[in-house]
């Protein structure tokens, strides 16, 4: 090893003695900032991470690489002197590893001489360092691989600009084998294998920041191989062709051809290893979280799983599947044989093609293929079934991948978040299939229920409740197998262990009174312990047996961890506009993404609080810009809430109308909302706009004079009313902003908590304006750049930064305590919803959350922000989706949602700012070249000449010689 240092030491002299370094890194460093700033347009994508450094690292090593390789054989051929090198004491394999070494030192070299592009990064952004380690180590391997193919050809010629040649089209061959073209051609299968074979896709695994054994072993092995050919080349020259060297010749090559092929066959025995590898992520991406072994774990019934990928389908697509199905083999390994993984092409099987299409309606998609000539429709299978008893879901390649749009309008086809994806869509075909029985046999403690009546002061309609709570409960313990169990307590009967005031200190809860006016009071409550949480339980629209047990139920579940939670959701209702013609449009508001996007994890209902009551089996309440509600709508909102439930409530108090002088977008104000409820629990919504100089650009109608012609266009501008809050604006640590790097809240009204009703109250601000942040009370939204030319509206010279919004958990009081109720005698209501009374103070468990914003969920809000910022406006749904599970206490799927999604972007930065960066690296980039010129020219001036061999064993071989 030390001849073959002292040989790499050599050729590295001859490099840097040389313009032949300089001109290397010079032009690596050239081409790499420059595609990294200009080609894939850093500071545009606005992302923090350095997938511009190595996107074109493959292709760039190939040339590069093949620059430096081509001279070290051909040239010693070419000048006589490789005779005189196979003549010393050095073996064959140290002269092959020292110019090897010395290939890749120079390589490496080049590549930490861009390190300061990450460290610019990380000072910009969030940067996850697991990729950029991941990148580097790739670009080391690649380039190892490159370099023993190059010297290999070298050795076989001695022209310089055949060697050259030859390495490009080698290494480029070898590159192309993985590209989609050639694999799109050859079908699934076949492509695959290709895509084994070729180093692009090996670097791509590698660089994403996972070190698999089997990409480490292929480049290892793809170095070993051409290495050995090289030392066999080396050898070979020195064969005389009589027969007396015929059998040395013989087991030269036999050896060389066994080492080959010994490698080679590694590289297959390794290709099943798919759990042998380090994610080196920061959030561990690639790694399957906690939560999904427990989940798998915990299955009762098989769990079928069945990828639906046809072997012809869109390159863009085949590159995926391997990831998909090494993905689905560690979740049949960690679920200890419950899950039975199927990986099918429908094509060759029509039985499962017909059940597919008939039971699931999984059909084929059609993806329109371009080539050179031509263009071709494909219709192929991208789908994963997931079967769980009765219960089934599908993914859909649309809820698998992500596309992101590049300036070379080839776009980028990247799985989304593989992991959440598929843990949701189990969870969901799994809670959903679960029977109350499963649900008591999986509890770890017993459930206890005890209802708290008062029979002898009951009102006449109610008189036969506690008759139908204990038929109800008698049944539900007979099958619970211990699990179960049920009482009744009277508080005012003598010697009760409780009494009204041990259900006010311990669960808040008051007697409830015949009427407003009337003296005499009563208890009819069922309260529902595990362990040491505790619920309170009401049925919504009387006390009959089918309500009682539906109530009863819906607890169970809510409490287990096992169950798929209910969402119930209430939007205004959809009423058509008119346009400035008066012709009938569709409704300018609607929020079905937040429905479909919520439903991923939940089961989404919608609800009517029109009557007065919220279903029982409701575990958490959206309310998305109320408004026209009343009485018995609101009623409904706050008896919820007293019963210890979980309402979110997206008020802020204005509201989407079209703008008939622009044609564009105007608000009003919102009548009949949930205002004063909201005061009443201590969390007002004023009636004010916050503008913030931090905030999201948005396409306005502008209008400018043009030699006295007025014109309209559309502008993207800063826009004051759209808040942009970053991480320094969230409650750090809270899960419903976890993770999030961003969220635009739209026309958000700030809110103010009073905090002498909220002093007993957990109180926390979720989202806060930036401190640059002012409040208008007009609703004007549309700039006036001709009296405010630089930002279009008034700015105020008092800023401040606002609160937008709030989560409060603890006891509330009713909004309707000391007042009638809605809910009277009145034709459709019956008697026992009438006696039933007010709840006039909840439980510690109620929770509420507050948005200052109705239309930050707005779908026509989303499709507008898409087409400036693309899929920013998802962050405004991961809230929601937080919220919910925050307030159902359902967090498992948060860190896996978070895993992946988490979107690392930039501070903001001005034009300055940006062209200060990029100079100052190209400025590091060049003293770097001129530190390096600069000491090896004096080591150049100032030492001898290195000797190939120490001094000594020089002088031996002369003795021996002579």
């Given at each position: 090893m030390k001849q073959a240092l002292v040989i790499t030491r050599k050729e590295l002299q001859g490099y840097f003695t040389s313009p032949m370094a300089l001109i290397f890194v010079g032009t690596f460093l050239a081409i790499t900032l420059f595609s990294f700033f200009w080609v894939e347009t850093f500071f545009a994508r606005g992302i923090a991470d350095v997938r511009p450094l190595f996107r074109w690292m493959p292709v760039l090593m190939i040339f590069?690489?093949?620059?430096?390789?081509?001279?070290?054989?051909?040239?010693?051929?070419?000048?006589?002197?490789?005779?005189?090198?196979?003549?010393?004491?050095?073996?064959?394999?140290?002269?092959?590893?020292?110019?090897?070494?010395?290939?890749?030192?120079?390589?490496?070299?080049?590549?930490?001489?861009?390190?300061?592009?990450?460290?610019?990064?990380?000072?910009?952004?969030?940067?996850?360092?697991?990729?950029?380690?991941?990148?580097?180590?790739?670009?080391?391997?690649?380039?190892?691989?490159?370099?023993?193919?190059?010297?290999?050809?070298?050795?076989?010629?001695?022209?310089?600009?055949?060697a050259l040649i030859s390495t490009v089209l080698l290494c480029g061959s070898l590159y192309l084998l993985g590209s989609g073209g050639v694999t799109g051609f050859f079908g699934r299968t076949l492509g695959e294998v290709l895509r084994a074979i070729a180093p692009g896709s090996r670097f791509e695994s590698i660089e994403r920041g996972v070190i698999d054994l089997r990409d480490m072993l292929y480049y290892l092995t793809l170095s070993g191989v051409f290495l050995t050919l090289n030392v066999f080349s080396l050898i070979s020259k020195r064969w005389s062709q009589g027969e007396g060297t015929r059998p040395q010749r013989r087991a030269t090559t036999l050896t060389s051809l066994l080492l080959v092929l010994n490698l080679i066959m590694a590289n297959v025995w390794a290709y099943p290893l798919r759990g042998l590898r380090l994610d080196l992520t920061e959030q561990r991406e690639y790694t399957l979280s906690q939560t999904t072994r427990d989940l798998l774990s915990n299955l009762q019934e098989p769990l079928l799983i069945r990828g639906y990928f046809s072997e012809k389908t869109h390159p863009l697509l085949a590159p995926l599947v391997p990831t998909i199905r090494d993905m689905l083999?560690?979740?049949?390994?960690?679920?200890?044989?419950?899950?039975?993984?199927?990986?099918?092409?429908?094509?060759?099987?029509?039985?499962?093609?017909?059940?597919a299409n008939q039971i699931y309606g999984i059909r084929?998609?059609?993806?329109?293929?371009?080539?050179?000539?031509?263009?071709?429709?494909?219709?192929?299978?991208?789908?994963?079934?997931?079967?769980?008893?009765?219960?089934?879901?599908?993914?859909?390649?649309?809820?698998?991948?992500?596309?992101?749009?590049?300036?070379?309008?080839?776009?980028?086809?990247?799985?989304?978040?593989?992991e959440y994806d598929l843990t949701r869509t189990i969870k969901k075909v799994v809670y959903g299939f679960q029977s109350i029985d499963a649900v008591l046999a999986a509890l770890d403690e017993p459930a206890k229920l005890t209802a708290y009546v008062t029979p002898n002061t009951l009102p006449e309609p109610l008189a036969d409740a506690p008759k139908a709570i204990e038929k109800v409960a008698n049944d539900i313990q007979k099958e619970a197998q211990g699990k179960f169990t049920y009482a009744m307590v009277d508080p005012d009967a003598p010697g009760s262990p409780v009494t009204r005031q041990t259900l006010y200190e311990r669960y808040r809860l008051q007697p409830i009174a015949y009427s407003l006016f009337s003296p005499e009071t009563y208890y009819l409550y069922m309260v529902l312990e595990i362990g040491d949480k505790a619920q309170v339980i009401f049925p919504t629209s009387d006390w009959s047996e089918a309500s009682v047990r539906t109530a009863i139920e819906s607890a169970l579940k809510r409490a287990s961890p096992g169950f798929l939670k209910v969402v119930g959701l209430w939007t205004p209702p959809q009423q058509p506009t008119q346009d400035a013609w008066g012709q009938m449009q569709q409704p300018l508001s609607t929020w079905e993404e937040l429905s479909n996007y919520l439903a991923q994890e939940q089961e989404v209902r919608t609800v009517y609080l029109e009557g007065?009551?919220?279903?029982?089996?409701?575990?958490?309440?959206?309310?998305?810009?109320?408004?026209?509600?009343?009485?018995?709508?609101?009623?409904?909102?706050?008896?919820?809430?007293?019963?210890?439930?979980?309402?979110?409530?997206?008020?802020g108090n204005y509201k989407l109308v079209p703008d008939p002088f622009t044609g564009g977008l105007g608000i009003e104000a919102i009548k009949n909302g949930m205002q004063e409820l909201l005061a009443s629990y201590g969390i007002t919504v004023e009636n004010s706009l916050v503008l913030d100089l931090q905030n999201e650009p948005f396409p306005v109608p502008v209008v400018r004079n043009v030699g006295g012609i007025r014109i309209q266009e559309i502008q993207a501008l800063n826009y004051p009313f759209f808040v942009d809050i970053r991480p320094d604006g969230m409650a750090q640590g809270h899960p419903i902003v976890a993770n999030l790097s961003a969220v635009t809240l739209n026309w958000a009204s700030p809110i103010t908590v009073d905090e002498a009703k909220n002093a007993k109250r957990q109180v926390t601000v979720l989202l806060r304006s930036s401190k640059n942040s002012w409040t208008q009370t007009t609703t004007i939204i549309q700039p006036n750049f001709e009296q405010y030319p630089q930002l279009g509206f008034a700015v105020s010279e008092v800023k401040q930064s606002y609160p937008l919004a709030v989560a409060v958990q603890g006891s509330f009081e009713s909004y309707f305590k000391g007042k009638p109720s809605p809910l009277t005698t009145e034709e459709g209501e019956t008697a026992a919803q009438a006696a039933a009374g007010t709840i006039e103070a909840s439980p510690e468990t109620a929770r509420l959350v507050v948005f200052g914003s109705a239309a930050f969920l707005d779908d026509i809000v989303f499709q507008i922000s898409s087409r400036l910022m693309g899929d920013r406006y998802l962050n405004s749904l991961k809230l929601m989706q937080n919220a919910v599970a925050w307030c159902t206490e359902d967090l498992d799927l948060l860190g896996i949602r978070a895993r992946g999604t988490t979107a690392r972007t930039l501070n903001p930065l001005s034009e300055r700012a940006q062209s200060f960066w990029e100079g100052l690296n190209y400025a590091v980039a060049l003293l770097a070249l001129l530190g390096i010129a600069g000491v090896w020219n004096l080591r150049r001036k100032s030492e001898q000449p290195m000797e190939l061999l120490p001094a000594k064993t020089l002088t031996k071989a002369k003795e021996v010689k002579s």
């Open positions: 590069l690489v093949s620059a430096l390789t081509m001279r070290q054989w051909s040239e010693e051929q070419r000048s006589g002197t490789l005779e005189m090198l196979l003549t010393l004491p050095v073996s064959p394999v140290q002269l092959v590893l020292g110019k090897f070494l010395a290939v890749l030192a120079l390589v490496t070299i080049s590549l930490l001489l861009t390190f300061f592009l990450p460290i610019t990064v990380s000072l910009l952004g969030n940067l996850d360092w697991g990729p950029v380690i991941g990148g580097y180590l790739a670009a080391i391997l690649l380039a190892a691989a490159y370099a023993a193919i190059g010297l290999f050809v070298s050795s076989r010629t001695d022209n310089q600009l055949v083999q560690e979740y049949r390994v960690a679920s200890g044989g419950k899950v039975q993984l199927e990986i099918i092409d429908p094509a060759k099987d029509p039985e499962k093609e017909a059940e084929p998609t059609p993806f329109q293929v371009a080539g050179r000539y031509e263009s071709s429709i494909i219709n192929s299978y991208f789908d994963i079934l997931i079967r769980y008893g009765d219960q089934s879901q599908v993914l859909g390649f649309q809820d698998l991948i992500e596309i992101v749009p590049r300036r070379d309008a080839m776009p980028d086809v990247r799985l989304r978040n593989l007065g009551s919220v279903p029982a089996d409701i575990d958490v309440l959206v309310v998305v810009a109320p408004q026209e509600m009343n009485d018995k709508a609101r009623y409904a909102v706050d008896q919820y809430l007293m019963r210890g439930g979980a309402v979110i409530a997206v008020a």
